[in-house]
């Protein structure tokens, strides 16, 4: 699949996709996915049939997943410290996330296609925030044994 192809292309400037990170500054479309995913995922609920028992679903999905693009956003201006903090809360919500799709997939509920990838894009948010947090984790070792 190439760049162009991808479901969640960034049409912001490059100065809106600039993420700071202790080694630098790279260009990333990470805020634009996860908005994208977002998106996606209340589209996926609406489909839903109209049953009590499905309400959980729209409810806990809705709110974890948009919870990860929110505290992301947040992130972005924040101290080393707050941001350290809303990357774990990241992971925790995109590992929720992830579990209500795990859960939808089994129950086969909604269009396969959408399902699935869903279901992909979930655990993929799941291992970015993993990795930014394993990498902001080392870089707060590595600063408070230089003091």
């Known amino acids: 699949m190439t760049q162009s192809d991808y479901p969640f292309s960034d049409k912001e ?12 500054e790279y260009e990333i479309d990470l805020r634009q996915r996860l908005l994208e995913f977002s998106v996606l995922v209340i589209q996926f609920l609406s489909t839903f049939p109209n049953q009590k ?35 774990r809360i990241c992971v925790r919500e995109a590992s929720e996330t992830h579990y209500w799709f795990k859960i939808i997939d089994k129950l086969e509920l909604g269009s396969d296609g959408s399902r699935k990838h869903l279901l992909k894009e979930s655990s993929e948010i799941v291992r970015i925030f993993g990795s930014i947090l394993s990498k902001v984790a080392k870089s707060g070792q590595r600063q408070s044994h230089s003091k």
């Open 13 to 24: 400037s490059s100065k809106d996709r600039l993420v700071g990170e202790i080694s630098g």
């Open 53 to 87: 028992e499905l309400n959980v679903f729209r409810y806990q999905l809705s709110k974890s997943a948009t919870s990860v693009g929110a505290n992301y956003e947040e992130a972005q201006n924040a101290t080393f410290l707050e941001f350290v903090n809303r990357i």
